[in-house]
Nanobody, 121 residues
Framework: QVQLVQSGGGLVQTGGSLRLSCAASGSIFRINALYWYRQAPGKQRELVATITSSGRTIYANSVKGRFTISRDNAETTAYLQMNTLEPEDTAVYYC???????????????WGQGTQVTVSS
């Protein structure tokens, strides 16, 4: 059993900041990478940020310079620090972990439940 539990969503004004968390729990051998996605109504799900097991980070151009993805010391929790928020950032944000449950088994993607982020003017 593997679970990704998200927290930190909410309502914020334009220019404000918000910090999202994604905690992985259960039987996990190794997390290969952690991702943040977002999906606005009527739009396809968009990859926002990636952090690999080596610590490499990748960002979508739309959030580069404003958002920061990170991990805790145990590398079981992912964070997304969102600064200088804009109404265009309004969406449901999802975390995803690509992980291996036991050695020698193939990796698999696990998704968080999603959390609403609303940026108002």
């Amino acid at each position: 059993q593997v679970q990704l539990v998200q927290s930190g969503g909410g309502l914020v004004q334009t220019g404000g900041s918000l910090r999202l968390s994604c905690a992985a729990s259960g039987s996990i051998f190794r997390i290969n990478a952690l991702y943040w996605y977002r999906q606005a109504p009527g739009k396809q799900r968009e990859l926002v940020a990636t952090i690999t097991s080596s610590g490499r980070t990748i960002y979508a151009n739309s959030v580069k310079g404003r958002f920061t993805i990170s991990r805790d010391n145990a590398e079981t929790t992912a964070y997304l620090q969102m600064n200088t928020l804009e109404p265009e950032d309004t969406a449901v944000y999802y975390c995803k972990a690509n992980l291996i449950r036991t050695p020698g088994t193939p990796p698999y993607d696990y998704w968080g439940q999603g959390t609403q982020v609303t940026v108002s003017s």
